[in-house]
């Protein structure tokens, strides 16, 4: 038996429409699955910074994998993909962690194949390559927060929150430090300039049209992903 750590996404550490969909396709004779909880704020700057939530969720995930005795699966939706992409990326260890599997990938390299035909576009908080782990992903045509054109301002808005949160201070130094080290992503280059005037309809992806959330249902992207894992997970 194959245990799937799962991270969901932002403000929904105990799962949400999504992730769930996606869990209960997962083949049961192979797979059991259980929500990384204990440790995993899921916020956005409510108790503790975007930053700060995801250095601790890859924490918890790191213990959670630890207290399997078997192999493991390792995913999540939205902000829980960014930490479980991290995870394959920088901790994981391939003779355990056989596959990772991410539903709206924030961090997405667009370079990458996705399960379902990749939409172009990458992850709104930049690109992140994992080399080590077999990783499936999917990413809804016109989610901003996975399939972001490189020249869309919005890129600018998870630059700036990454460190919102109640001590105003700590957010303004690091986005301060983000300036001086040039770690800012750089929408406003010339060559992205066809991008520029796309960020209301984005936008609108992300607020209005349900192209983070429930397009990943009734498409059918969820089934895929989870068919792909039980196809290619072994």
Known sequence: MIDVLWLAGTFNPQGEGISDDFLKRLDPKRFRYRYVTDGYFADYGKVVSYAESARLGELALDRAVRECRGAVV???????AAIAGNYAANWADPRQVL????????????????????PGGYGIGGQRRIHSVKTLTVAAWGDPITSLPAGNYLRSIAD???????????????????????????????????????????????TTDSRHTAAYVTEGLTRQLADAVNEEIR
């Open 160 to 206: 700036f929150s990454e460190f919102m949160g109640r001590d105003v201070n700590a957010w303004a130094v690091n986005v301060l430090s983000k300036i001086v080290k040039g770690q800012l992503q750089p929408w406003w280059r010339w060559s992205n300039r066809r991008d520029w005037a796309e960020a209301g309809r984005w936008l609108r992806g992300y």
């Open 99 to 118: 596959g990772c599997a991410l539903i709206a990938d924030p961090l997405r390299d667009g370079s990458q194949p996705t399960v379902n035909p990749n």
């Open 74 to 80: 390792v995913g999540g939706y939205s902000q829980g």
